[in-house]
């Protein structure tokens, strides 16, 4: 019996390799937003502690609310500018997870027929192998019977 070969096994090698790209590709889009996340926490933080800095000084003079009323406004425009950022980046994250889920089911097609194909060569092999005793039996028995004779 000839060893098992699937004819497809480099396509299925380049769906798998396909399969790895897209997923670490999904995982650095995702490190991306996670960065994006990071960012805005820490522009959150600083604007709550410029806040509570300024509130605990005594006293406050005009120009220090000025300072602080221009650093809110320069928060509230990097955080918008963040917002933006991140919507793109939720938008490729959406693709990115689409195209990976894409490459996983054109792998797992090839994965399974390849399944299949193991499946059946192992019972074409079985069946040869059931036949080849058969005959081996059979020929006993009939060297046995003609010995008898």
Request: aromatic share 6%; with cysteine; charged share 40%.
């Amino acid at each position: 019996m000839m060893p098992f070969r699937f004819a497809l096994e480099k396509a299925l090698d380049w769906r798998r390799m396909q399969l790895e790209l897209e997923e670490t590709q999904f995982k650095q889009q995702l490190a991306a937003m996670a960065a994006l996340d990071r960012a805005r926490a820490k522009l959150e933080a600083e604007g709550i502690r410029a806040e509570v800095q300024v509130r605990e000084w005594r006293p406050v003079a005009g120009a220090d609310l000025a300072a602080l009323g221009s650093f809110r406004l320069r928060t509230k425009k990097m955080e918008d500018e963040l917002e933006v950022r991140r919507a793109e980046c939720r938008r490729k994250l959406a693709e990115q997870q689409a195209a990976m889920l894409e490459a996983r089911r054109r792998f797992r097609l090839l994965e399974r027929l390849k399944e299949r194909r193991l499946e059946e060569w192992q019972k074409a092999c079985d069946r040869e192998l059931e036949e080849l005793a058969s005959e081996s039996y059979l020929a006993q028995w009939n060297r046995r019977r003609a010995a008898s004779l």
